[in-house]
């Protein structure tokens, strides 16, 4: 199901919408059309994919340190699709750039991102080494991002956009961006997520159930958000034994762009 949104609508989380029996994820797979991406909606997905995964561990001022970002990664390296895995201080703005404009098509990024409405040079993404990139940074930097045919950005925030900047436009999500610059698809968040419970998700959208079988990417999401709602997994670390069908352990990730 494709959702074409406007203003206040793109942050409506429309899988946890329910009609008193069921949520909206368990009968569509869904995905946001975004007009910076008209052009990659059709596009046929390549026949081999292969991974690269940044993530940050540690913690830097305000921001809290993410352990499961470990296990996260941990998974992704020992999982279906071939990775290539930076962690922490391997976790540096060249790597960054260099994967945003790397051979693989698959870019999985794990950290902290720090939204500020209407400030894009104020809105960061936490780098392994302690650095921070911000989103004024990125989008002037010119790089295509158009061989990354999925990008994962797997931090709090990363759909919301909002805020008039000093020329009086609405600041762009961080998915926006990568998305006007070329990526084909983007998976974003909605609101800060939890760290073991992420690592989970993140486990089941790459697993043999889901992307390795090469199912659309729309499909593979809604898979995941089943299994929370069916209660089919355990959360991990700081999130055990909380219920996992509650709609903030799944509800938050949404896809941009081409949903195959």
């Not at 002037?140 to 956009?161: F, M």
Request: charge should be neutral.
């Amino acid at each position: 199901l494709l959702l074409s949104l406007d203003g206040s609508l793109r942050y409506l989380p429309f899988g946890a919408l329910h009609d008193g029996r069921r949520y909206v994820a368990q009968d569509h797979a869904l995905v946001l059309f975004n007009p910076a991406a008209a052009a990659q909606v059709a596009r046929a997905p390549s026949p081999k994919w292969s991974l690269t995964a940044l993530g940050a561990t540690r913690g830097e001022g305000e921001l809290q340190p993410l352990p499961a970002v470990a296990l996260e990664l941990q998974r992704l390296r020992s999982g279906p699709l071939a990775a290539a895995v930076y962690q922490d201080e391997r976790f540096t703005r060249g790597r960054l750039l260099a994967a945003l404009e790397g051979a693989d098509p698959v870019l999985h990024v794990a950290s902290h991102f720090s939204f500020r409405p209407g400030a894009l040079a104020e809105s960061t993404l936490l780098l392994g080494d302690g650095s921070r990139m911000t989103m004024k940074e990125l989008r002037s930097s010119g790089l295509s991002l158009a061989g990354i045919e999925l990008l994962t950005l797997s931090a709090c925030d990363t759909a919301l956009g909002g805020g008039l900047d000093h020329n009086g436009a609405e600041v762009e999500s961080f998915a926006a961006i990568t998305q006007r610059q070329g990526a084909q698809a983007v998976l974003a968040t909605l609101w800060p997520v939890a760290d073991g419970s992420t690592a989970e998700f993140m486990a089941l959208l790459y697993g043999s159930s889901s992307l390795r079988q090469r199912l659309p990417k729309a499909e593979a999401l809604q898979r995941a958000q089943q299994a929370f709602i069916e209660r089919r997994v355990r959360v991990p670390g700081s999130d055990a034994g909380e219920d996992p069908a509650h709609p903030f352990y799944w509800a938050a990730y949404v896809l941009m762009g081409n949903p195959r």
